[in-house]
């Protein structure tokens, strides 16, 4: 038989390789003096990186998803920001219940999801142009909403609320969590993930086959699009506020976790629990480096310099692989 | 026109099919008859591409009708067509590389259960008694991406097979095949006819025709000419057929004269593991073949001589005048030219004119940086003319033109810079008869010229009529040479595929 690769992904173990190595860096260089509490290596700091990285991480599944699918989705920073705006409205302005104003927020994160795959399925522009234009659609409209003002969702909220009995840091990490494994399980055990698949590694064999492949590039924008919103409303909860210029350039953010994740850009290549998992490296960066004195400036140069070491590394490790 | 026959087997009705103005397909009616083995042949642009791609659903015809066991056919989408029990084979390995063999065995069909979910094991059991028929030995788990060529093409054929396919439609499917595995695909053919599958084979490699194919149907500019039994064509009558005119025969040369100096010398060149220890030389006006199986070294060889890739080893002297090659443009300016063997991906830039192909490496070797627009269009007009391409003018992009006018685009644009010596790496592959001609006729008239010529082809017949001397490498050693009459069919595959070493 002739030596050939199997279709195995060891692509998420060595995120979580890297993750680890991260976390137990930065444990042994904060390392506090005896008698102190180690200031992140706790179990309230854990659960802060969760949260935080959560609103990154809803979106960067759908981000992983379209990158899977061939595709790229600049719109997720702008539909956070609008669906923030949306909810916030309605919740705190309109005197909308919680649930109404949650589902039209995830309503308008859908719309625009369908605008782009409109764009691109049918009007045919390049994925990287139409979500640029739908980005500046769904930015501008919060900014045209909200006309400089904010609204405080905090203050509706009652004191000591408990959504699903949980507390209240704890929904987003298991909001995300719940969503990346059902997500994961759709990627690569059902029929949909492995048509996206296909049409990321081979377009023109995915039409040849008889796939689908016009509503299946639909669903992954609208996907896309509706992840954003979730994760736009996550965050007006988090910050206590929707504004239009939250999440300004979380786009670029989003698509480095899914690269880290393994996503390939070229399409065909990529993993929805990756994606997630490179959301928590950076959020252990995001997290930590304030902690050292100092270090808040090189803030953006690490991140920018840890995403081409791990896509380095990771086409370093394929080339040995083959 | 064939017999008339009943209702079995697949008719092709008056079809008609134009792209714009241009008429793919005019009046085209002719009979395949279930279970048989019928190779449709004709140069490119006759219009097979469009009747096969009418048949896979993804083309309608503007007229005419297929009917297949006395229904009509309406495929309105390649997923009807295998509905429906055609299945296709495509030219271009269509093939989804980051996914599984069994995962590429099943795409678009998938074996699921409820909302779709995926029954892995039991698609990869079922491809592995697929595989097994064919005896292949592939692991179902595999990526697509690590089979070799051949295996990937097989895979097609399994595909088309697990859907039970009464007909499989096979378009080229030799092209990036070494003699055994072809000889591979073909046994999974006879077996699939012998289970009463009907097989669509569209070839320009006519002995494959020959050994394969019950009927032959011929088609030239969009029309059908007529269908032969094999039995009582030959290979000229096909020939014949499918230009329209007779081609004219070879005219014998003796070679270039032994005084003749040598142009291109190569002394203990190494570069492991693609070759090692290899010498020869070239003569001004001689053809030399490289010939050799797949894998032994001829390509990285040429490519190592034009500066692509630095030799750890060994010396090349051009016109007797050692050289060091560090890149290609180094190799251009000193007198040599490479015609690589991927015309699409090595030869040609798809973005831009043929007036700035055809002039690329003119413009690069010489001093002029400024681009002078009136110049260009005339040069490239006078090539365009010169070499007989068929394209609408020097602003037509790379695209418009057939397989043989683009090699051709790729040979003028090298010829241009009127080189010493002119390597060619597999020149006439995937080019239809005539343009084949065409090809062999300017290597033979720029050798006449005074041009060192060296060939690289896997095509022994072609070797055979080409080449005053051959080459046989193996396994990235120079075998043998055979001067001129020692040339033949059975000294140069002995070469290429005994071990000498071990023989002795």
């Given at each position: ?81 609008l669906a923030g705006v949306v909810c916030g409205g309605l919740f705190v302005e309109a005197g909308w219940g919680l649930g109404p104003s949650i589902l039209a927020a995830l309503a308008v994160g859908t719309l625009s999801g369908l605008l782009s795959a409109l764009l691109i399925v049918a009007v045919k522009l390049p ?196 | ?441 300017i290597i033979r008239r720029e050798a006449a010229a005074g041009t060192a010529c060296l060939v690289v082809s896997s095509d022994l017949p072609e070797v055979l009529s080409l080449a005053h001397r051959v080459i046989v490498m193996r396994e990235g050693r120079v075998q043998g040479e055979l001067q001129g009459a020692e ?18």
């Open positions: 038989m002739t030596r050939t690769r199997r279709a195995w992904h060891v692509r998420e173990l060595s995120t979580i390789v890297i993750l680890l190595v991260e976390i137990a860096f930065f444990g042994w260089y904060l390392w506090p003096e005896a008698g102190r509490a180690h200031p992140f290596l706790n179990g309230e700091n854990a659960v802060l990186i969760l949260k935080y990285s959560s609103i990154y991480g809803i979106a960067a599944i759908g981000a992983a998803i379209v990158i899977i699918s061939g595709g790229i989705d600049l719109a997720p920073g702008a539909i956070i920001a994925p990287f142009i139409a979500t640029l234009g739908v980005m500046g659609i769904t930015r501008g409209l919060a900014f045209i909403i909200t006309e400089g003002r904010y609204y405080d969702v905090s203050g509706r909220l009652v004191g000591g609320w408990r959504p699903f009995g949980l507390p209240q840091d704890w929904v987003p990490p298991v909001i995300m969590i719940a969503l990346a494994l059902f997500f994961h399980l759709l990627m690569t055990r059902f029929n949909w993930g492995r048509g996206i698949f296909s049409v990321g590694g081979n377009e023109t064999a995915a039409l040849f086959s008889g796939i689908a492949v016009g509503r299946l590039k639909t669903s992954v924008y609208v996907l896309s699009g509706v992840l954003a919103a979730a994760a736009g409303v996550v965050l007006t909860f988090v910050q206590g506020q929707g504004k239009a210029d939250l999440a300004t350039g979380y786009e670029l953010d989003i698509i480095a976790s899914a690269v880290v994740g393994g996503a390939s850009l070229s399409g065909g290549r990529g993993s929805v629990l990756g994606a997630v998992l490179g959301t928590l490296i950076f959020g252990v960066l995001r997290n930590a480096l304030p902690q050292i004195p100092g270090a808040t400036f090189y803030d953006r140069l690490i991140v920018g310099a840890v995403v081409i070491v791990i896509v380095v590394m990771d086409q370093l490790l394929l080339k040995r692989g083959e | 026109m064939p017999p008339v026959q009943g209702d079995a087997g697949l008719a092709f009705r008056d079809l008609h099919k134009s792209f714009g103005a241009a008429r793919a397909l005019r009046a085209v009616s002719f009979h395949v008859a279930e279970g048989e083995t019928h190779a449709i042949v004709g140069e490119n642009g006759a219009g097979k591409s469009t009747l096969l791609k009418i048949l896979a659903g993804l083309v309608k015809a503007d007229e005419g009708r297929i009917i297949w066991n006395g229904e009509p056919l309406h495929a309105g989408s390649p997923r009807e067509a295998l509905e429906r029990g055609i299945g296709m084979v495509y030219q271009e390995m269509l093939a989804f590389p980051n996914l599984s063999v069994a995962a590429n065995i099943f795409a678009g069909r998938e074996i699921t259960g409820p909302a779709g979910w995926l029954r892995g094991a039991e698609m990869r059991s079922r491809t592995r008694a697929l595989l097994d028929e064919l005896h292949l030995a592939i692991d179902p788990a595999a990526l697509a991406e690590s089979l070799p060529a051949a295996h990937r093409q097989l895979l097609q054929v399994a595909r088309a097979l697990a859907f039970d396919c009464r007909i499989l439609v096979l378009d080229e499917p030799t092209t990036a095949l070494t003699d055994a595995e072809t000889d591979h695909l073909f046994a999974v053919i006879r077996k699939l006819k012998q289970r009463g599958v009907t097989i669509l084979y569209v070839s320009h490699r006519l002995p494959e025709v020959f050994r394969l194919c019950d009927r032959i149907t011929v088609l030239r500019d969009g029309q059908f000419v007529e269908t032969l039994d094999r039995a009582t064509a030959t290979h000229d009558r096909v020939v014949r057929a499918m230009v329209g005119r007779d081609l004219p025969h070879r005219a014998d040369d003796a070679g270039a004269p032994a005084y003749a100096k040598t142009a291109l010398e190569v002394r203990g060149l190494s570069r492991r593991p693609c070759f090692r220890d290899v010498s020869f030389s070239v003569r001004a006006g001689e053809i030399v073949a490289l010939f050799g199986l797949v894998g032994s070294g001829r390509s990285e060889l040429i490519e190592t001589i034009f500066g692509l890739f630095a030799a750890q080893a060994g010396s090349i002297l051009i016109e007797g005048k050692a050289v060091h090659l560090r890149s290609a443009c180094d190799a251009a300016r000193a007198g040599l030219a490479l015609v690589p063997e991927e015309r699409q991906r090595q030869g040609l830039f798809f973005n831009l004119a043929l007036r700035h192909n055809l002039l690329i490496p003119l413009r690069q070797m010489s001093k002029t940086r400024l681009i002078r627009p009136a110049a260009d269009w005339a040069e490239a007009t006078h090539l365009i003319d010169a070499w007989r391409i068929k394209a609408s003018g020097p602003d037509a992009l790379p695209d418009s033109l057939s397989g043989g006018n683009q090699q051709k685009v790729v040979l003028a644009k090298w010829l241009a810079t009127r080189p010493a010596v002119l390597m060619l790496d597999e020149p006439t592959k995937g080019v239809d008869v005539g343009a084949k001609f065409e090809i062999h006729h040339a033949t069919e059975e000294a140069v595959m002995h070469l290429a595929t005994t071990d000498l070493k071990a023989a002795s």
